[in-house]
């Protein structure tokens, strides 16, 4: 039965662990998805970073299905080759990544119903599927399969595997530059598009490496569009009301907090000699009238309070309203009479000459009732003509 060993995590650029005296390979890595293939004897599964995946599964893995036929066939080429080394009864596992689906170039056409896997990087307007490492699993242990004989048997098998960057020692491939054009479209035959930049590129030993010996080392270098952080933790993340607390200015906040109980104040010493401070009392309004405090329009029947002199059991004018000396409408009284209190009586003529004036503006005022407004009404009828 197939079996699956997920492909090591790399790590980002740091200490190798292995001995200098190797020789290493610089590989462009390439930005799209995990994809492995298990040749188990004649079946052959595929699988994405940790488990096999079903035939049901294929289309919901970027649409692999569609080229699932033609990797089924090559998969079972490069098993025969490798197998020619290390046996018939090894298990080949391939690793490599799924990639393309868009190709933004005007001579290259799009390929209808393909979704990118990936985006930032352009490699092809299909989906291509580029081998990157493989191992071999027989009854000895586990071995990792050497560069050289990895891309004999790929290119045997039809299939294109990453880019090879460089051959050497570690140190000397640490030096290569970081941000470069992918060569990805050119191993395709594909026109390169402008600013096409890799996403990186991995170093690791070329030859083979029995999995019994000590860790397999790898290093991947990314440029900074997508730099991962190496060693450190993640800041944490701060809501949106610390946010807000920290820019207001001090004495403010995003939120209600409690308040602080308010100082005691003692009595002055005698030896101090300090004198208590005077509480704060709010600013009044010049409109607020003390607390308690008589209002000048309480009590019509006390002449003293009145601005003006007027009877204090004030009687209806017999008069009708045709042979009154203001000739103004009783609504247009009625509006001028709605001002009653000290403050606002002095206004209360003017307000009666703009209804002589314009008898003809209608009035929102409903007439005022009770004596004091009978009151108002013949105080204004007498002195005002």
């Known amino acids: ?56 599964e294929l ?34 596992t391939v690793y490599g990544e799924l990639a393309g689906g868009r190709y933004p170039h005007p001579d290259v056409p799009a390929v209808a119903g393909v979704e990118p896997v990936q985006t930032g990087v352009w490699y092809a307007p299909g989906l291509r599927w580029l081998p990157f490492d493989a191992t071999v699993r027989t009854d000895e242990g586990r071995w990792w399969v050497p560069d050289r004989e990895l891309r004999a048997a790929a290119s045997a098998a039809g299939l294109t595997c990453v880019p090879l960057l460089g051959r050497g020692s570690l140190n000397a491939l640490r030096e290569l530059p970081v941000a470069f054009p992918s060569r990805v479209p050119a191993l395709l ?19 083979e490496w029995r999995e019994s010996d000590p860790a397999r080392p790898l290093i991947k270098v990314k440029q ?4 991962e952080a190496n060693g450190t933790t993640a800041p944490a993340r701060t809501s949106h009301r610390r946010k807000a607390r920290r820019a207001s200015p001090p004495g403010c906040s995003s939120r209600p907090r409690r308040c602080s109980p308010p100082p005691v104040r003692r009595p002055p010493s005698a030896s101090s000699g300090r004198v208590r ?35 204090s059991n004030p009687e209806p004018d017999p008069s009708p309203p ?64």
Not at 59 to 66: E, T, Y
Request: positive net charge; charged residues 25%; contains cysteine.
């Open 1 to 56: 039965m197939a079996e699956l060993k997920p492909y090591p995590k790399i790590p980002a650029r740091g200490a190798s662990g292995a001995p200098g005296s190797r020789e290493w390979i610089a590989t462009e890595k390439v930005h799209g998805a995990h994809f492995a293939v298990v040749c188990d004897g004649a079946s052959v599964r595929p699988a994405k970073r940790r488990d096999l995946l079903g035939d049901e």
């Open 59 to 92: 289309d919901a893995f970027f649409g692999v299905s569609r080229i699932w036929p033609q990797l089924l066939v090559a998969a079972g080429r490069f098993a025969a080759v490798v197998r020619a080394r290390w046996g018939e009864s090894a298990v080949v």
């Open 224 to 227: 900074k569009a997508f730099a």
């Open 277 to 311: 401070p005077r509480m704060r009392w709010r600013r009044r309004s010049p409109r607020m009238w003390p607390r308690n405090s008589p209002r000048p329009w309480a009590g019509w029947s006390t002449p003293s309070c009145r601005p003006c002199a007027w009877p």
């Open 322 to 385: 045709s042979t009154q000396r203001t000739g103004a409408t009783p609504d247009r009284l009625a509006t001028a009479a709605a001002f009653v209190s000290r403050a606002e009586l002095h206004c209360a003529a003017d307000r009666f000459e703009s209804a002589r004036a314009y008898p003809e503006e209608p009035t929102r005022v409903e007439p005022p009732v009770g004596p004091p407004a009978e009151a108002v009404l013949r105080h204004l009828r007498a002195h005002i003509g």
């Open 189 to 207: 035959g594909l026109p390169e598009p402008a600013d096409n930049l890799a996403e990186g590129y991995v170093l690791k030993p070329a030859g």
